[in-house]
């Protein structure tokens, strides 16, 4: 199934980068197949560790469970196309700053596939339309369910949140710990990495781009 799915992509030019949503280009009815080639290839891998799964209880049924977590669960946003997003005019012509946060999110390192768990805050100069606040959430869970590398991973949310709403601001920090500085290598249990995008009127007017900081700063210190 791996190949037939490599095969359309290929054919119609698109990218499909760890990071990249491939959802335009698999039917789905074609993901149960898929998910169970998966499970194959970790049954392989598990073998190739020297791992006895035929009489170890505990990795018995570990493949089916790697593979639906996967496919289902940690990778999904590069599987499913985005959640609907309903949005609305802005008939009050609100141009106020609000932000959103935090916002729990979770992917995983594109060098080891070991989790990156972190929070986001997002900050929006309201154009002619608006998305409901949960929506936020829900395009971030979307975005960081793909392996990423941080840089890259809060540049792809800001611009499907600027397709969305068409914000005249946008501003997103991100702040997460990633497992392969706790977990390995250097075992840093309390390292974490910061990264921000700031677009439109928060990067053009610096009063507006304070203001963000500051409000998100109030949020955090209020948990």
């Not at 992509?9 to 998910?35: F, K, M, T, V």
């Not at 606040?133 to 941080?150: E, T």
């Not at 203001?211 to 700063?217: K, M, S």
């Amino acid at each position: 199934m791996s190949e037939r799915i490599r095969a359309r992509l290929e054919a119609a030019g698109a990218s499909y980068l760890a990071n990249d949503n491939i959802a335009d280009h698999i039917a789905a009815d074609e993901l149960p197949e898929l998910q169970r080639e998966v499970a194959g290839k970790v049954r392989d891998l598990l073998r190739s560790l020297v791992i006895d799964i035929d009489n170890d209880h505990n990795t018995a049924e570990t493949a089916e469970r790697v593979a639906k977590m996967y496919l289902r669960e940690v990778f999904k946003g590069r599987y499913e196309r985005q959640p609907k997003i309903a949005f609305f005019p802005n008939v009050k012509e609100l141009d106020e700053i609000y932000t959103i946060g935090p916002i729990s999110v979770r992917s995983a390192c594109s060098h080891h596939l070991v989790p990156i768990l972190g929070n986001v805050w997002i900050g929006i100069q309201p154009g002619e339309r608006v998305i409901g606040l949960s929506k936020f959430a829900r395009v971030s869970d979307w975005v960081f369910s793909r392996p990423h590398i941080q840089e890259e991973a809060v540049i792809i949310l800001a611009d499907e949140i600027e397709s969305l709403c068409q914000p005249k601001g946008l501003g997103i920090v991100l702040k997460a710990q990633h497992y392969c500085m706790k977990w390995r290598g250097v075992k840093e249990p309390q390292t974490s990495m910061v990264n921000s995008v700031v677009r439109g009127s928060f990067r053009s007017n610096t009063s507006m781009k304070k203001e963000f900081f500051d409000l998100i700063r109030q949020q955090d210190s209020l948990l």
